[in-house]
């Protein structure tokens, strides 16, 4: 079983920047994609970010310029650093990673959630 860990969400002003860290853990042998999704009140989950194993990564149109992705393959952790935040990036933030575990079965993770809130 793998476990997803989040940190990092709080309250911002409009303009200011937070750093989303996610920590897998588990019984992991592999990770392949990892990727932050975000879901705002009354609004349906979507995706932000994504980072292949190989560190090629892909952006919603509505955060490119102002997030950035990477990992840490040595620590199994995804991170977020979101700059010029705006009340828009409001929402629960939640990361995913899928791969392979020790006993060789596929898994797809999900973190718990971090609230992110943009005052104006």
């Known amino acids: 079983q793998v476990q997803l860990v989040e940190s990092g969400g709080g309250l911002v002003q409009a303009g200011g920047s937070l750093r989303l860290s996610c920590a897998a853990s588990?019984?992991?042998?592999?990770?392949?994609?990892m990727g932050w999704h975000r879901q705002a009140p009354g609004k349906q989950r979507e995706l932000v970010a994504t980072?292949?194993?190989?560190?090629?990564?892909d952006y919603a149109d509505s955060v490119k310029g102002r997030f950035t992705i990477s990992r840490d393959n040595a620590k199994n952790t995804v991170y977020l650093q979101m700059n010029s935040l705006k009340p828009e990036d409001t929402a629960v933030y939640y990361c995913?990673?899928?791969?392979?575990?020790?006993?060789?079965?596929?898994?797809?993770?999900w973190g718990q959630g971090t609230q992110v809130t943009v005052s104006s």
């Open positions: 588990g019984s992991i042998f592999k990770i392949n994609a």
């Open positions: 995913n990673a899928g791969g392979m575990g020790t006993d060789w079965r596929v898994f797809d993770s």
């Open positions: 980072i292949t194993g190989g560190g090629n990564t």
